[in-house]
């Protein structure tokens, strides 16, 4: 009998957090399930202790001789798939105990969702909790049902916490193949055609660590657009009435916030210049927004004094220091 959840795993040299992520599956209070390994072109250990799992869950392999990208192994696991539902877990993340049966219930209780999501936990390297609850320790509420122009202005939605009704990936398609990484793009695709809801429980763990690629800014330029202005142009190519639905103000927004997020991150490592250019380039798309000017002001200040006048206006503000 075919499984009824598929979880794909796509992996590229993670020996150091894939035991404790496929543990995690292990640990699961709903079983019925195949796991999924994309193996990306590993030159690591990786293959050998997933082999180790082997007796203990239905297990298949992808294997890449060389790497193919995110977004190919997401999709390549996809064609492997058999379960009526998909979940994806990266190597580097864990679930609780309760994610999958939570989850699927609620799909189940609710045939006009397409996809569910869920509150997390975010950790560090070394697995300690650094946010219990995103939802507490951010102030965020989620809502339900046609979430895509919320989901629009807001990438909210964790990669780990998804589980996804076959049927809308056998309609939509997986992860586009011309993105880097497509998470956020298939994200807003799904939400554009079914309902999303989001279970209000910490499901899921996510870890945050410097060797992600998603957070290595020495992976990128500063001329390069970020992965969700990416998947944002590319959700305007796909649907463009949607920019007359949600306004054209709307749209230059949400592309000088991204840019923005941007700066902070490249202002943030010390990299002044950089943030610079992507301050730039969100003055251009929305002019006027004064905490753009100000935070290109303290770029032009020394380093030492642009971080003393962050922290002053962040103590008038109450928010925490770093």
Same mark, same amino acid.
């Given at each position: ?9 796509? @992996?590229? /040299?993670?020996?150091? %957090?894939?035991? *404790?992520?496929? *543990? ?8 019925? %399930? ?6 990306? =072109? ?32 997401? &999709? ?10 998909? $979940? ?20 189940? $209780? ?17 697995? +300690?909790?650094? *946010?219990?609850? @995103? ?26 916490? @998804? ?34 809801? %989001? ?13 992600? +690629? ?22 305007? *190519?796909?649907?463009? +009435?949607?920019?007359?639905?949600? =306004?054209? /103000? ?5 592309? $000088? ?14 990299? @002044? ?5 992507? #301050?730039?380039?969100?003055?251009? $798309?929305?002019?006027? !927004?004064?905490?753009? %000017? ?9 380093? &030492?004094?642009?971080?003393? #006048?962050? !922290? ?5 503000? =109450?928010?925490?220091?770093?």
């Amino acid at each position: 009998m075919k499984p009824e959840i598929s979880i794909i795993m796509p @992996v590229r /040299n993670g020996e150091k %957090y894939i035991g *404790e992520a496929i *543990e995690s599956i292990l640990s699961q209070t709903y079983n019925d %399930y195949e796991l999924i390994v994309v193996d990306d =072109g590993c030159t690591d250990r990786t293959c050998e202790l997933v082999e180790t799992f082997r007796p203990r869950l239905d297990l298949k392999w992808v294997h890449h001789p060389v790497n193919q990208g995110i977004a190919r192994s997401v &999709n390549d696991g996809l064609r492997a798939a058999s379960g009526e539902f998909i $979940a994806f877990l990266d190597h580097d993340d864990a679930w609780l105990p309760d994610f999958l049966r939570t989850q699927i219930a609620h799909l189940k $209780a609710h045939p006009d969702v397409g996809m569910v999501h869920s509150d997390f936990q975010t950790v560090n390297a070394e697995g +300690e909790i650094l *946010e219990a609850s @995103v939802a507490a320790c951010r102030g965020r509420t989620r809502s339900n049902g046609n979430v895509f122009p919320q989901l629009f202005m807001d990438s909210f939605i964790v990669g780990n916490s @998804v589980l996804i009704r076959r049927e809308c990936l056998d309609r939509l398609g997986g992860f586009d193949e011309t993105l880097r990484w497509g998470d956020y793009h298939l994200w807003l695709r799904i939400a554009r055609h079914y309902k999303v809801d %989001y279970t209000d429980k910490v499901l899921t763990m996510y870890r945050q660590h410097a060797t992600q +690629e998603t957070r290595d800014l020495s992976l990128r330029t500063p001329w390069e657009d970020s992965v969700a202005l990416l998947a944002i142009r590319k959700i305007l *190519e796909d649907y463009p +009435e949607v920019r007359r639905e949600l =306004g054209e /103000n709307t749209v230059r927004r949400r592309t $000088a916030l991204l840019y923005f997020d941007m700066a902070h991150s490249w202002f943030s490592k010390g990299q @002044v210049e950089n943030a610079r250019i992507s #301050l730039t380039k969100a003055i251009r $798309a929305q002019p006027v !927004n004064l905490r753009y %000017y100000v935070m290109y002001a303290l770029t032009l200040l020394q380093p &030492n004094q642009a971080i003393a #006048l962050r !922290n002053a206006w962040r103590r008038m503000r =109450g928010e925490a220091l770093s």
